[in-house]
């Protein structure tokens, strides 16, 4: 019931075992006490058997001497000789009743010396029989034991008790944790993260295929690694013009690509200048890799001033100045129609 169940059980176990010691030592003086008591009924028994002989011989001799009269008509000498010897044997008799006695007496002491020790080592009242406190201690050890039974049971219980609370904790942990990645903010992210980096890696592709040396850092934050540069890590403010436009071509070329491989549709999209600032080999290059994503559902608009572009277009709109200094269209107006 207290705050920390397996601390309490410990403590109940350890009281336990203080107890189950206690009475293991109780039940072996119990047990010695229980030989010392047998072992001085037997010296009691046989003293007894000593004092009923001694009594026997009395009797013996009492009726001995009720019996020796001698036959009426016996001389007064043979009396006296026969008195004299009832009376050595008499006193011979007595003489060793005595001894005997005294031995019954000094061996009583004994036991009563060993009795009252015996109590005091067991703290058994003087005037307490010792059936009284071993019946005791055999109903101790039996509570003792149905304690240990129940203790035994509360431990198994907080084992599984424990298992239980951690499985728990576990799959509370996982709950927590699904409900913060299906947040708005953290699944958000999570797509945004996932996207941005499939955009990344196909946008790679098409600019290490125009620049030779440039690709995408791999964090989604579309920072520029230099591999001729021991894969050097550049903000894109520090390219230069036709590489700035190099960079914004292949993301546009790799958002296409993504776009297609998720089932979307992107029909078209234009690319405002920048073209003028490519050396003739990344200008081929780049469209080289605009060619490889225009369909015939898609359209690509190119807006440039650039004339080696123009050749390479067939269908464009050409625009010129007019003498007020308007634009018109100077070709392709039948195109748009």
């Known amino acids: 019931d207290g705050d920390d169940p397996v601390a309490e059980v410990n403590d109940r176990l350890t009281a336990l075992d203080e107890a189950v010691q206690r009475l293991e030592d109780a039940r072996a003086r119990a047990e010695a006490a229980e030989l010392e008591r047998d072992r001085l009924e037997a010296s009691w028994s046989a003293l007894g058997d000593r004092r009923a002989a001694i009594a026997h011989a009395l009797t013996h001799v009492a009726s001995v001497l009720g019996q020796a009269l001698l036959p009426a008509g016996a001389g007064a000498a043979e009396l006296r000789d026969h008195a004299a010897a009832l009376g050595e044997a008499l006193a011979a008799a007595r003489e060793g009743a005595g001894a005997a006695l005294a031995d019954a007496e000094a061996a009583g002491r004994d036991v009563t010396s060993r009795l009252r020790e015996l109590r005091a080592s067991l703290e058994v009242d003087p005037d307490v029989a010792l059936e009284i406190p071993w019946g005791e201690a055999v109903e101790q050890r039996g509570v003792a034991a149905e304690a240990v039974a129940r203790l035994e049971r ?41 996207k941005r980096r499939v955009l990344s890696e196909l946008a790679t592709q098409q600019l290490k295929e125009m620049t030779g040396r440039y690709r995408f ?18 903000s894109v403010d520090t390219l230069s013009g036709g590489e700035t436009f190099l960079a914004s071509l292949s993301l546009a070329l790799g958002l296409a690509e993504a776009v297609t491989r998720h089932g979307g549709r992107l029909r078209c999209f234009f690319l405002d200048e920048g073209f003028g600032s490519l050396d003739p080999e990344s200008f081929d290059r780049a469209l080289d890799g605009i060619e490889r994503i225009v369909r015939q559902d898609r359209l690509i608009g190119l807006v440039s001033h650039v004339a080696a572009l123009a050749d390479r277009i067939p269908d464009k709109i050409v625009l010129e100045r007019s003498d007020e200094g308007m634009s018109r269209i100077a070709q392709g107006a039948g195109n748009l129609a």
């Open 154 to 194: 509360q431990a198994a219980q907080a084992v599984e008790l424990e298992r239980e609370r951690a499985a728990a904790a576990s799959r509370a942990a996982t709950y927590s944790q699904l409900y913060e990645d299906l947040a708005n903010t953290r699944f958000v992210d999570f797509l945004l993260e996932d």
């Open 217 to 234: 850092d791999d964090d989604g934050a579309f920072r520029i690694v230099d591999e001729l540069n021991a894969d050097d890590v550049r």
